[in-house]
């Protein structure tokens, strides 16, 4: 068995939600490289979903902070961690998106390797209510009891201030209890229930990260054509592809900007997907 530039060995996964149940069979399948996770990372410190702990930086610096600790923690030259956020779309309010990032640190070749993917795969989303018969709507549009929830007492003005009662909770008769306390602790009588965005209790979220460890992997196996380093890939686009109608440049992308992050080596070539111009909704003069 071949693989990531050898000699191949442990990779430090610094995660205590789990995420080695996804990251570890690609990364040995396709990489070789076996999966150990940095148990004495405490991933929290780094920043967590449900607000007690702002993140250090953004998440991408986050992310490979993260798969350093592992590093440090196990003395190992390989680590990798995952970052994700989640909010609504910029152009979109009422559409939640989620972001992924996922981070590959070789400290030996003196690498680091990120992939990036936005989904609207995801059930990011609040409610508020008295009991889950009220919100039976939303719990369902959310996944419940597969996908576990957060809850408190909703403070009468956005809600989102005051410790959570309970995280983690996919239990119907568990929920129920606890809306009746939270409510009972509310100014306005209700409880303010968010879904649990942490990868071990989000399965959607959790095949994202699948998804994306993939993405990173295919990256590792593709060598630079100038130095042969591992991790050739996507690292820019620069928009202005061509209206159909008019030839006048849009907003979309035209060109991919391919390189290495060891030797600074970049190529651009045309979009991946064949397109060469742009329908012309999306054209500036055609559909102002
Ligand atoms: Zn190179
Ligand atoms: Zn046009």
Known sequence: MALYPSPVGVIALATQHGKERVMAKPLWHG???????????????????????????????????KAEA????????????????????PAVPLLPVGREWITFVDRRLNLVISEHAVSR??????????????IADWLQQVGF???????????GEAGRTGP??????????????????AVQDSPVGLAWVETDMRAHCN??????????????????????????????????TMVGLPCRWCGLATELVNIEVFGC????????????????SADP????????
């Open 70 to 89: 592992g590093i440090e923690a196990l003395g190992v030259d390989l680590g990798i961690a995952s970052e994700g956020a989640f909010g609504p779309h």
């Open 164 to 181: 959570w009662l309970a995280k983690g909770v996919r239990c119907e008769q568990q929920l129920t209890e606890l809306m009746a306390v």
């Open 121 to 134: 795969s995801t059930n990011f989303s609040s409610c508020f209510g008295v009991s889950p018969a009220a």
């Open 31 to 65: 990489l070789g490289l076996t999966v150990r996770r940095a148990e004495q990372v405490d991933t929290d410190l780094f920043g967590s979903f449900s607000g007690e702990q702002q993140r250090p930086a953004d998440a991408l610096t986050t992310c490979r902070l």
């Open 145 to 155: 009891p597969s996908h576990a929830l957060m809850l408190k007492s909703h403070d």
């Open 261 to 276: 992050v060891a030797c600074g080596h970049t190529r651009q070539q045309p979009r991946r997907d064949g397109l060469t």
């Open 203 to 236: 399965p959607t979220r959790m095949a994202s990260i699948r998804r994306l460890t993939f993405r990173l992997i295919r990256r590792l196996a593709n060598p630079c054509p100038s130095c042969a380093a591992p991790g050739w890939g996507l690292v820019n």
């Open 281 to 288: 909704a999306h054209c500036p003069y055609c559909n102002p």
